[in-house]
């Protein structure tokens, strides 16, 4: 694994909580989800619902609000974007390493997290992370077109991997991680996941009072 996939690791580990079940207190989108998926059409589903949300959160957005910045060490939603575009970049080159390797089905009772807990676990705000410095984003979004063109397009390129592959063939590819060991499928809904936390950073960014009118 080179330094930027060993520096994503640690960033998942400090992402979220050590697997537990977080009460329902945030919109029906981030948390609350059915606790068992472990189908296609909810994992395209939810990409589709965090790549709308997310749309939904820039749409009309003008240059000074988008650089906004509620404080001296808070993000701009600007930099927002830009750290979620290169996150889910790393992300799925971590998991597509993981795909690579050989099916290890063998471990999968050493999975203890559900899709759940990760859902509510990388979406709940209450637990703070600093990301690493190749994944921080330095507010190069002046308009909000340009960010969903860059953000639409790697969506692309994943959607296209997910389309193509079985669910069995995600579950079967188990690996370790920070938190313990998980198999691809959390790795997808964890790319889609950490998207849905970010935009959740951003409308906290546009409920500041100082947000630009």
């Known amino acids: 694994m ?18 537990t079940i977080i009460p329902n207190t945030a919109k029906p989108l981030e948390r609350g989800v059915t606790s ?12 589709r619902k965090t790549e709308n949300r997310l749309a ?4 009309g957005l003008n240059n000074a609000q988008l650089q906004f910045k509620p404080s001296a060490d808070s993000w701009s939603i600007s930099q927002c974007v830009e750290h ?27 999975v203890a997290v ?49 389309k193509d592959v079985a669910v069995d063939e995600l579950r079967n590819h188990i690996a370790d991680s920070p938190f313990g ?5 959390h790795s997808m809904l964890f790319i889609a996941g950490h998207t849905a936390r970010h935009t959740l950073q951003i409308e906290e960014v546009k409920a500041n009072a100082a947000f630009p009118k």
Do not use: C, W
Not at 12 to 17: D, G, K, Q, R, V
Not at 36 to 47: E, H, I, T, W
Not at 56 to 59: I, S
Not at 96 to 107: D, G, I, Q
């Open 2 to 19: 080179n330094k930027l996939l060993l520096l994503g690791a640690a960033f998942m580990a400090f992402s979220f909580t050590h697997p």
């Open 36 to 47: 068992v998926q472990n189908d296609k059409a909810f994992l395209l589903d939810y990409y």
């Open 56 to 59: 939904e959160q820039l749409k």
């Open 84 to 110: 979620i575009i290169k996150t889910e970049k790393m992300l799925f080159g971590m998991a597509k390493e993981a795909m690579a390797k050989p099916a290890n089905p063998e471990r999968k009772a050493e």
């Open 114 to 162: 559900t899709d759940q807990q990760l859902i509510d676990g990388i979406t709940d705000r209450s637990h703070k992370a600093e990301a690493p410095a190749a994944l921080l984003g330095e507010g190069a979004y002046t308009d909000v077109a340009a960010a969903m063109a860059d953000f639409r397009a790697q969506r692309k390129v994943i959607l296209s991997y997910l």
């Open 181 to 185: 060991p998980v198999d691809t499928y």
